[in-house]
């Protein structure tokens, strides 16, 4: 018994050890870390009191698959929809909108975000491919960043695609 408790306990350690969490970026830091190097950018659009997107946070974003992958084939940015502050890319200054008590960013209209959480990817030219309204579950998120890595979208519809692609996370849900 003792030494089944010492094996859990050092599996799931070197499972917390590996695990990475999302490297997040300002807009302005994927901007310009796309000028010299280019990649796709995902941007995880939320709100501090959005609870599907604490949700999404814990249960996508935090999972290693996803985390690895994004740190490796995306810039990925985190937007709070309700920030105050300016924000100044490709020539264009985006501001916040006050609307009584609350507000909205123009960044967060100008990519199409109408509720929270709103995932956008947009190519290495800042252009949008396509958008994820609402939660996303790892594994579909899985295969939405394999599709748009992959330049699949180019070619297949997603539903085509996807129906070839088995996310190593189908098992977990």
């Known amino acids: 018994m003792r030494n089944l408790l010492l094996a859990a306990v050092l599996t799931f350690s070197v ?3 590996n695990a990475q969490d ?3 970026h300002t ?3 994927a901007v310009e870390l ?3 190097n280019p990649r796709k950018i995902m941007i995880d659009v939320y709100t501090d009191w959005c609870k599907w997107c604490k949700v999404m946070e814990k249960n996508t974003f ?3 698959v996803v985390a690895d992958y994004l740190n490796e084939n995306f810039y990925a940015v985190k937007f709070n929809a309700e920030q105050r502050e300016d924000v100044n890319i490709l020539g264009t200054t ?3 909108v006050s609307q009584g008590g609350r507000g909205s960013h123009q960044l967060a209209a100008a990519l199409g975000a109408t509720g929270y959480p709103y995932v956008v990817f947009l190519d290495e030219n800042m252009n949008i491919i396509t958008s994820l309204p609402g939660y996303t579950k790892a594994p579909q998120f899985d ?3 394999n599709y748009i890595n992959g330049e699949h979208y180019k070619e297949l519809a997603f539903d085509a695609w996807s129906a070839t692609y088995t996310s190593p996370l189908e098992a977990t849900e």
Do not use: A, C, D
Request: no cysteine.
């Open 34 to 36: 796309n000028k010299t």
């Open 27 to 29: 807009i302005e830091e």
């Open 62 to 64: 935090m999972q290693p």
């Open 22 to 24: 999302v490297k997040w």
């Open 94 to 96: 985006f501001k916040f």
């Open 143 to 145: 295969k939405v960043m």
């Open 15 to 17: 499972f917390v050890l």
